[in-house]
C-alpha cells in the first residue's frame, strides 16, 4: 500500500516497513499487551530483573503501536537477544552517575540495554528539571536504545519538554568524504500541547533509514536521488536503483543539496552523546560506540504552562491548516501522524508479517518462553 | 570564483556572498576594525547607548571576519537602521528577566535588536550554567540577531558548549504545504577543542537562504533541486532556472529527500525560541515575529573538561582525515572553513564590493558620522 511500482512512496513520518513486505490481508494482528508481555518474557530469560524487562518490552512495543516498525519488535529484539547472548549487553548493569551538577548528571551504563537504562536517566533529568527548571544526562559505556522518542515522550507527562539523541557507529559519510564516520545519530524532541496531540519529532540525520535501502534493494525499486552514495563516496543523485556497495548520506544528500546541514547536526548529536559522556563517541572502534543525551525542561520555569499548551494548541492547528500543495491532502506535524497509527494499532492489534510472528514463536520455542498469548 | 557558468557551486560551509557579485580584485578592503567602528558610530547616532553599540556592531563584523557576508555589515546593516528609524526597533530598550530558576529565565527584550539583547542572555545563560551546570534562555518581544553563532560562541571561552536557535518571519513551506509557516529558523552549535578550532555549527534549516536565490536571479544561473518550490507549493525537484514566484523548501527538499527532517527541526526552533518565550512563534501576524533561545551547558559538568578538549581535537582530526570522496580535496567539519576565512580577513581586511561601501559612504554621510578610516 505504501510501495507502489517500482518507486518508494513513503507515509508521512512512519517508517511503517512491516507494510511494505505484506499486504495488510496477509498479517496477524496481536495486540501490544500480547507482544510486550512476551518480550518481556523473553528479556526475563535472558536474565534481565522483571521490571527492567517490563520497562525494555514496553520501548519496543511502544514503537510498533506507533508505527515506527523500523525500532519495533520485528526489526529489534533478535540484536538485542543476541546481544545478551553474546555478552556485549550487560542483562544487570550496575549503572551509575559518576559525575553530577544541580541540573545535570554523567552516566555509566554498565553496558545495559539503552532501551532500559535512557528511561532512568530521563527520570534523573526530571528530577532536575522539576527542582532547577533543566536537567540533562549523558549516557556512556551504553547499548541501543530503541526508538529515541520513547525518553523524550517521559517528559510529557510532567508539562515538561524532552529530549534524546544517540550517538550510533559509522555508517553515514560526512560532507565530501567517502569513508562513513558518523551513525544514524538521531534527534528526538518531544513537547507537550492541550487538547493536540503531543509535538513528537524523531528522525535521524541521515537521509534514510538503512532498512529502507534494504526493501528497495528486496523488491528492485528505484531510490530517490540523495539517498545514497556510490562506495567511492559520490553522492547518488538520481532516481535508480541502489548498488550493492553504498554508503548513507547526511540528510540534504549532495552539498548543494544541504548535506553539510545533516551532517552538522550528526557532529552536534556525535559530540553531546558521545564525546560529552566521556565514554567515547561512535567512529572510536575498541571503545563503546553507543551513548545517549537525554534531557527535560520544565514548561512552567519558562512561561505559564495552561498559556504554553493553550499556544501549542493554537500552533498545531495552524499548520494543520495551510494549504496542501497539489496532490497532498494534509499538513500534519511530527507526531501526529505517530498518534493517529497508534490509535489503530491499540485498538486493532499490530500487524506482523507471518515470518516474524514465526521468528518470534522460534525465539520464544528456543528460550522455553510463552509466546504472543 | 565560486559562481561558475550557469550552476551555482558553493564554498563548503560559507556563504562569500560578496565573492558572488564581485572579483577578489575590484572589491574595497577595509579592516574589521575600521568596519566596526563605522557601524558603531551609525548604531550611536541613532540613539543605541555607547556600549551596545560597540556590542552590536561587533556581531555584525565578526559574520565579515568569518566569512559569512549573508549576516554581515552589507546584507543587514541597512534593515537594522531602518528599524531604529521607523521605531520597529528600540534603541535603548528596558530589557528585562520576567521568569527565572536557577537554570533557566525568559527575557523580554522590549524590541531591542537582537544582535545586543542576545549576547546578555547568553552571558545569563553562562552565569547559570557556572552554577548549576546549564543555564537556558529564551527571549521573546524580540528583533534580528544576526549570525547566531556569535551567540553561541560566547560559551567556547568559559569551557562550556554554546547553543542559539531564533525563530523567524515565515518564508519556509511544511512539507506538503504551499502556505510559508516557518522561518529560515537557523540553529548554531559551538563546542569547544583544544589545539583545534572549535566546532561551529550555524545552519538555517530551510534549504538555502534566499540571498543565494536572488544572487541566482540576477545572474540567470540555474539552482540546484530541492532549493524551492513553485507558488503552488510543488517542490522543484530538477535543476533550472529559480522561478519568478517561489517559496523556500526546509533542508531535505522534498519529502522523498527527507525534508520532513528540515519540517520538523524548523518547527523545535519555533517552539523552543517562540512558543516557550510566551511572546508568539514566527507566523503569528500582529505578534512579535523573532524570538530567540540560547543555552550554555558546562563541559565542567558533565566530564573532565582537559580530557574532553583532548579527544574533540582527536573527532576533528578524525573528521579531517577521512578520504575524500572523487572531486573534493578536505573533508572539513563546521567552523573550520570559517576559522580559516577569519584568519584571511583578520590580515586581509574585509572585501567590500564598491557597491556596498558606497552604501555604507552614503549612510555615513546622511547620518553625519565617520567612516570606514
Redesign the interface.
Known sequence: MLYTAGK?V?G??VAVLEQFKVGHSEAEFVSGEALRSTVAGIFRRLGVPEEDAELGADVLVLADLRGVDSHGVSNMLRSYVSGYQEGSINPRPAWRVV?E????A?VDSDRGLGTIVTPKAMGLAIEKARR???G?V?VGNARHLGMASYHSMLALPHDM?GVCMTSCPPSV???????P?LGTNP?A?A?PAGEEAP?V?D???S??AVNKIRIAQRLGAEI????L?EA????I?EERQAPDDYWLLP????????S??????S??V???AG????F??G?VPGRPNFGHYVAA???D????VG??KG??DE?IR??NA???????E?????GQPEAEMEAVRRAEGIPLHPEVAGLIRDMCGELGVGCLV
Chains 1, 2 share one sequence.
Do not use: N
Request: aromatic share 10%.
Open positions: 518508494v513513503l508521512m513520518g559525575r551538577t544541580p541540573s545535570t554523567t532547577v527548571g533543566v540533562m549523558a519538554i559519510l560526512p560532507t565530501f568524504g567517502a569513508e564516520r534527534i524532541v513537547v509535538f519529532f528522525a535521524a540525520t537521509s534514510v530517490p536521488a540523495g539517498w552514495a567511492d563516496g559520490t553522492p543523485m540528510v540534504g544528500g549532495s552539498r548543494e543539496g544541504g553539510h546541514k545533516g551532517y552538522g547536526l557532529c552536534v556525535d559530540i553531546l564525546v560529552l559522556t566521556g567515547g563517541y567512529a525542561y520544565s514548561v520555569a519558562f512561561t505559564d498559556q504554553f499556544e501549542m500552533w495552524m499548520m495551510t494549504r496542501p500543495a497539489p496532490g497532498h494534509r499538513v500534519l506535524v511530527a
